[in-house]
């Protein structure tokens, strides 16, 4: 039990310090002087309001920790998660980005195409028409369990051969980039990103504009396979 709590409190922990940092970036690119913001309107919020959101909605964290705990607690991954050994393979980090997306980007059409589903789980998140930050986990209690406890459940069942280690940077690295393809700003990135098919949060910002394009969220992979992509140049509210 122990080393269960250890490597689950590490997780955890390793998610709130990356997620503090990304909203320390995210201050400093809004109040630069050239905050390269994607729309031509940038958003107005309460940054205060939106980061006590952030943490309390029921569709995030308050969703995502039970979730964490009840998974490694009762041991319901594969038991290699549970191995705390300090060896790291970068290819299983990429591995559980690239499968989660794929799984993401299926979940995701799916709430675009089935009527109901969509107006009961994933239309509040869309209210976000030129989204920001702070909206990545703004939704609806159904949505967060089909946009991500799914995928992520259904990554750990795929990939048996990760360790602890590898889970943490994987879940840390998701939960920041989850934020930043939200966000109103381009980021000095972007290029090179996009080059090597990562998304971007322009990318996003196009599905949000268009809502048939780019339903992918860490890369633009499977949307190219499934011609559902679209460049953010190609978009008049962006280009």
Known sequence: MYWNLTGLLMGITSVLISNAFVISYHTSR????????IQHKEPEYNALQEIKNHLLNPESFAMLIPYLT???????LPSSYYS????????????????????????HVLEHKI??????SHKPHHKYINPHLFNAFSGSILDTTCLIIIPLYLTSQTLTRVNTLE???FGTIYSSYFMLIHSEYSHPWD?????????????????????KYNYGHF????????KTYRNPRQVKQIR
Do not use: M
């Open 219 to 226: 890369f633009t992979y499977w949307d190219r396979l499934f």
């Open 84 to 107: 705390l050994t300090p060896s790291l393979n970068w290819c299983n980090v990429a591995y559980q980005l690239l499968i989660v997306d794929f799984y993401t980007y299926i979940s």
């Open 167 to 169: 889970y943490i940077i």
């Open 191 to 211: 290029k090179i990103f996009r080059t090597l098919g990562i998304g971007t949060s322009s990318d996003h910002n196009v599905h949000h504009i268009l809502q």
């Open 30 to 37: 809004k109040n630069s002087s050239h905050p390269y913001r």
């Open 70 to 76: 009840i998974t490694w607690v009762f041991e319901l």
């Open 115 to 120: 009527s109901w589903l969509y107006k009961k």
